[in-house]
Nanobody
Framework: VQLQASGGGSVQAGGSLRLSCATTRRAFSSNSVAWFRQSAGREREFVAGVEWGGGAAYYADSVKGRFTISKDRTENTAYLQMNSLKPEDAAVYYC?????????????????WGQGTQVTVSS
């Protein structure tokens, strides 16, 4: 199942971006969806996740209160609204689905990944 991530770009600190993660099939119907990010020289880290069925959302402490993950079942799309962006938020953002383990924080627990979208934040 192919995931398509989009919406990245360049913004100044304090700005906003909305990332989208779309699939061409109903792959989200019974799966959790998450966003991870990875910057140069660092490991891929969990940003936010949402349970597709119940809708519970989870966030990394570094983004709580600034980022919001949501989903649109009719469009088979998950979103990450990012507000009050900081230079340290700059990274390649990946969406992931097909969670197979209990931890949201471990990238290895996700079996399907999008191609990544670049977010640049200037100070």
């Amino acid at each position: 199942v192919q995931l398509q991530a989009s919406g990245g770009g360049s913004v100044q600190a304090g700005g906003s971006l909305r990332l989208s993660c779309a699939t061409t099939r109903r792959a989200f119907s019974s799966n959790s969806v998450a966003w991870f990010r990875q910057s140069a020289g660092r490991e891929r880290e969990f940003v936010a996740g949402v349970e597709w069925g119940g809708g519970a959302a989870y966030y990394a402490d570094s983004v709580k209160g600034r980022f919001t993950i949501s989903k649109d079942r009719t469009e088979n799309t998950a979103y990450l609204q990012m507000n009050s962006l900081k230079p340290e938020d700059a990274a390649v953002y990946y969406c992931a689905a097909q969670k197979i383990g209990s931890s949201w924080y471990n990238p290895s627990n996700f079996g399907n990944w999008g191609q990544g979208t670049q977010v640049t934040v200037s100070s």
